[in-house]
């Protein structure tokens, strides 16, 4: 459960990043046109204010995910590394680059809304029309989209995946429980398709391979994923577990890791 509580304190704090960088950007994109004085000491004005929720979110955004990945242990997975990296990037841009800059458009655009004649009208044009605020929408677009990029889809370097085993019958155990086995690499199922009893209790041992790596089998009625029948819970490194699963109603369900959703999926196939 404190994963998916990470995991929200991580989506909050990325909400508040967006908000707050997404301020920066329009503002950055009005600058290159507008060329009344007063307007642009209030258009860095609004810039401004949307720093404090910036850093908020940013520490909301790091601790978050930290706890997140540290609870699942993912740090071995290689779209957490990059998404660290892109983000830390995205953050040094903004702040070595767009913090100076719009200190100083601010300077001078109040220079000039009092009557100053210190900088010229082309001084101010070329100013407001800097690469440096090019390189900041740009950077802060293509970060975002990178991020969004690797949290979706959470890309491995591996080149493919490993082609799935035939999907196991349900044995007994020793104590005529059925049971069912599932086996997880780093972001693969071993089966991609399980069979139990109907109307039955049942044991489904989970056999985590992946060093490192936090795995669970949940069972959901679709793949929606709204509605859960079974949730096990998560299995960190290598190490067996048995969970023990209620009697379910004869049908096709859906199955999958709710560390890595989009990854690692399957058939449950219940008769």
């Given at each position: 459960m404190a994963y998916q509580w990470w995991v929200f304190a991580h989506l909050l704090g990325v909400f508040g990043f967006l908000a707050?960088?997404?301020?920066?950007?329009?503002?950055?994109f009005r600058l290159r046109k507008e060329r009344d004085p007063a307007k642009v000491v209030e258009l860095v004005q609004l810039s401004s204010s949307s720093t404090r929720w910036f850093y908020g979110s940013f520490l909301l955004v790091v601790a978050g995910g930290i706890g997140a990945a540290t609870d699942a242990g993912l740090w071995s997975q290689f779209w957490v590394g990059a998404s660290v990296a892109v983000l830390v990037v995205v953050t040094g841009v903004m702040l070595s680059v767009g913090k100076p800059y719009y200190r100083k458009v601010g300077v001078v655009a109040r220079a000039k809304a009092g009557g100053s004649k210190a900088v010229t009208e082309a001084q101010f044009d070329d100013l407001l029309r800097s690469k440096r605020s090019g390189v900041m929408i740009w950077v802060g677009v293509l970060g975002l989209a990178g991020l969004l990029y690797l949290m979706l889809f959470k890309p491995t370097l591996t080149s493919a995946a490993p082609t799935p085993a035939p999907a196991p019958a349900a044995s007994s155990s020793a104590g005529g429980v059925p049971t069912v086995s599932e086996t997880a690499g780093q972001v693969t199922f071993g089966s991609t398709t399980l069979q139990a009893p109907a109307n039955t209790p049942f044991d489904l041992v989970f056999d985590n391979q992946a060093p490192g790596v936090a795995h669970n089998v949940a069972i959901y009625?679709?793949?929606?994923?709204s509605t859960v029948l079974f949730r096990g819970a998560l299995v960190t490194g290598v190490k067996t577990v048995t969970y023990h699963v209620p009697a379910l109603k004869p049908g096709t369900y859906f199955f999958r890791c709710d560390v890595h959703p989009t990854q690692m999926t399957g058939t449950f196939v219940v008769k």
């Open positions: 707050a960088h997404g301020v920066s950007m329009t503002v950055g009625t679709n793949s929606s994923a």
